[in-house]
Every structure is written in structure tokens, then in C-alpha cells.
């Protein structure tokens, strides 16, 4: 399983840990709340859906009279309706669980911490400060990167390397804030732990930070390899 189609599998079943969906539903929410997913089609979520399936982690339903009776009428099959299986909820608190290395890159992360509201404080905790010490690491590299080219670089070339060293400085920021209130014992507005997330689209509490919020991994200027 590639790591793009694991995080996938991630969002879809924290999703259905809110309640059941159909697959419209569900990419939906998936462009809308997790912006990392807006460029997933209905050929990548669907075969994610039945590997879920035949996995045990959920099942398929009929989406009931009140969507029978237009189908009826048009022809068209019934919507079918995902459900989380106790195996799946299981398996799911079992990846809420893990703190290793994949957590803390780009697009792994934006999916962890917008099911933050499903996780523990340790765990958060973990993860945070894994994002924060990898993108401290990634700043050194940018910084060093620039040193070594400042005059080999024109101006805009300087400036949009300038602009990704910024980006992930405000993001390293975030983050502190962020463990601060976390080692306070502060939470941030939203489901308790261990309630599903109940609002995740943007803006609202528990949301993913928005495009431009944190940096994409080709940052500009992240030349260092």
C-alpha cells in the first residue's frame, strides 16, 4: 500500500467514525474539509471503499426507502451506504495511536491533525513535536541552501526562496503555540476526546488548516535534499 493510499484509507474511516456516508458523501468531505484530498477523483476513492470492504473495517448498506423510491422511478441502483464495522473503528483508534515517522510529513500530518479531536493528548503531544522537529531540520537545510547560492540568485528567485524559508517559520510557530497549550492542559475548541468529530469543514473548530496554512513539501527554496 503506497503511503498517498494509506492516508486516504486514514481520512475515509475517521470520516464514517461520524456517521455513515455514501461515496458522494464521502469525497465530499474529503475536498471540503480535508483540502489535502481535493485533487482525488471517484476512480481513486471507490476502490479504496471496497478494499476497506473486504478488509472487515466496513460494510455496505442500501441507502434505505427514502432513496429506493427515486431510484425506482429513474432506474438507477440505490445509493449504497458505508458503515464503520467495530473492526474498523478498532483498526482506526489503532492509527490515531501511532506517533512514527509518517505522521509528521506534509500530507500525513494535515490528516492526523484534522482528527485531532479523536485523539489523545500524549499522542498529539508526540506527533507535534515530531512535525516541529522535522520542519526545524527542513528550515536548517533552506537556510543552508540559500547561503550557499545567494549570489548565484536573482532577485525573484532570491524572494520565492525568501518566501518558502517564511512559510515554514510561521508553521514552526503555529506548532509551538500549539505544544504550549497542549503541555498547559489546554485543549482547543471542539469534540472532547474520544467523541467523533462533529464539524470538520473549514473554518470550523477542528478543522484542517486551510491552503496556505502550512507549506506544501516542495516548499520554494527547499532545494537541499
Known amino acids: 500500500m503506497s503511503r498517498r493510499s494509506g492516508i486516504l ?26 483540502g489535502v484530498f481535493r485533487a482525488f477523483s471517484y476512480g481513486t476513492l471507490y476502490p479504496c471503499l471496497k478494499t476497506l470492504v473486504a478488509n472487515g ?14 431510484a425506482a422511478l ?7 451506504v458505508y458503515r464503520l464495522t467495530a473492526e474498523g473503528k478498532e483498526h482506526f483508534e489503532e492509527l490515531l495511536s501511532q506517533t512514527g515517522p ?11 491533525f484534522a482528527f485531532f479531536g479523536q485523539t489523545s493528548r500524549d499522542v498529539r503531544m508526540r506527533v507535534l513535536e515530531g ?3 522535522r520542519l526545524e531540520e527542513r528550515l536548517e537545510k533552506m537556510r543552508a541552501s540559500l547561503a550557499r547560492t545567494r549570489e548565484r540568485l536573482d532577485d525573484y528567485t532570491l524572494e520565492l526562496q525568501r ?28 469534540p472532547a476526546h474520544g467523541d467523533p468529530a462533529r464539524d470538520t469543514t473549514e473554518g470550523a473548530p477542528g478543522a484542517l488548516p486551510r491552503p496556505g496554512d502550512t507549506p506544501r513539501p516542495d516548499a520554494p527554496g527547499d532545494t537541499a535534499t
Open 9 to 34: 484509507e486514514f481520512a475515509v474511516l475517521g470520516l464514517l467514525r461520524e456517521a455513515p456516508m455514501h461515496g458522494y458523501e464521502l469525497r465530499k468531505r474529503l475536498n471540503t474539509s480535508l
Open 163 to 190: 518566501h518558502g524559508m517564511e512559510s515554514v517559520e510561521r508553521e514552526v510557530r503555529w506548532l509551538n503555540e500549539l505544544i504550549e497549550s497542549e503541555r498547559a492542559g489546554r485543549d482547543l475548541k471542539g
Open 57 to 70: 473495517w466496513l460494510i455496505e448498506e442500501s441507502g434505505g426507502a427514502q432513496d429506493d423510491a427515486p
Open 102 to 112: 509518517d505522521a509528521y510529513e506534509d500530507e500525513h500530518f494535515a490528516a492526523r
Open 74 to 80: 429513474t432506474g438507477r441502483r440505490a445509493k449504497i
Open 131 to 133: 512535525r516541529r522537529s
